[in-house]
């Protein structure tokens, strides 16, 4: 079925504290960055590592205007299905044009950055590298977009 | 304090369906692999890729002997501390010698293979990729032996 696009695409982005310093990782994230270019803009934008305070300061400023995102191990946990729901509801809703999601450094987020998060989202109950968290991200976003597409998942 | 050492150290033995494709992933498995030999005798055995009912007969039979952990998408979702005190009791039983992750193809498990099951784990609500699902447990007993070991986490 034909479906009408009543906006432009949603822009992400994914904001992370630190450039990656495993290669392999570097390699999964480009790798799903590029699967995701058919599906709309996404982009990821690394911030200077500093204290807790700084980096959470510069996640908030870097991440303002758009609908905010902490990845955060308090956060919520959502299967896959449920996941795309949320994704279908920004998608929809006219207000949002930009969603950002948050990663922090090793010590995680100040209490002042979860405050002013739209949601916290965790992605498993493990507390993983924050590398490999940004890989599990990008899958699960591409993983969304070819559920929401009707498209074969690409191994 | 130090601690007698009255058994052999565990044999870890992740085994699963299909050799990695993704080169990344490869890379990244491999990295927790070395990083794991410190901690005792950590392998990965790949299994030919079948059916799901020939797939989960496979795995049965390769891990027969051992305590069987399936990761499946129904199995129970714990945080690291929980997870490290699992592997803590399966250390301290001498009627363990070996544990066995068993990980499926595309189409995970059949209910012959749960039912075979010691445990069901989860490492994510998320349906992940299974080469990815390689790389978070492996960081994840990579995490839990630095943890039992007091020892800094090398990222």
Not at 70 to 80: F, I, K, Q, S
Not at 108 to 132: I, K, Y
């Amino acid at each position: 079925m034909a479906r009408l696009r009543l906006s432009p695409p949603m822009h992400w982005t994914i904001i992370a504290i630190g450039k990656p310093s495993l290669n392999w990782a570097r390699h999964g994230i480009v790798d799903y960055l590029n699967r995701l270019t058919r599906y709309g803009k996404t982009e990821i934008e690394y911030l200077r590592a500093g204290t807790t305070a700084q980096n959470s300061e510069r996640l908030l400023r870097a991440s303002a205007g758009s609908r905010r995102i902490v990845l955060d191990e308090r956060g919520v946990l959502r299967d896959t299905a449920a996941a795309r729901e949320v994704v279908d509801r920004w998608e929809m809703d006219p207000g949002i044009k930009r969603v950002a999601f948050l990663i922090g450094g090793a010590d995680g987020h100040t209490d002042a950055l979860r405050r002013e998060a739209d949601e916290l989202w965790a992605l498993s109950p493990f507390t993983l590298q924050h590398e490999l968290a940004l890989v599990v991200l990008l899958e699960q976003l591409y993983r969304i977009q070819t559920i929401k597409h009707g498209e074969p998942y690409h191994r």
